[in-house]
């Protein structure tokens, strides 16, 4: 059974880290782009960043370009999110996916999970 399970989100103060895992099982990781989205209650999922298969292609949305870094470690089965200099508009519940290629819309990706909470608030 194909599974993603996100963690380490949290509350965190505005400027402050916090680095998001999603660990995956049932399916090899290293035959699939990975991607990173965000959702605020009533609107959209939007996109965050992407991996391709072998992790040396990454793209990313510009408002989070210089502050947030996606990776993968395919022999781990996880892919994580490092965020930084975190802004109160970060937050939102934060989602992985699989898909067969990188991709910036919510339609290239087949699987996902179940999310994670990031507040940034002082």
């Known amino acids: 059974q194909l599974q993603l399970v996100e963690s380490g989100g949290g509350l965190v103060q505005p400027g402050g880290t916090l680095r998001l895992s999603c660990a995956t099982s049932?399916?090899?990781?290293?035959?699939?782009?990975m991607g990173w989205f965000r959702q605020v209650s009533g609107k959209e999922r939007e996109f965050v960043a992407a991996?391709?298969?072998?992790?040396?292609?990454?793209i990313y949305t510009d408002s989070v370009k210089g502050r947030f870094t996606i990776s993968r470690d395919n022999a781990k089965n996880t892919v994580y999110l490092q965020m930084n200099s975190l802004k109160p508009e970060d937050t939102a519940v934060y989602y992985c996916?699989?898909?067969?290629?990188?991709?910036?819309?919510?339609?290239?990706?087949?699987?996902w999970g179940q999310g994670t909470q990031v507040t940034v608030s002082s």
């Open positions: 991996i391709n298969r072998s992790g040396g292609s990454t």
């Open positions: 049932g399916f090899s990781l290293d035959q699939y782009a």
């Open positions: 996916a699989a898909g067969g290629m990188v991709a910036r819309t919510t339609r290239g990706y087949d699987y």
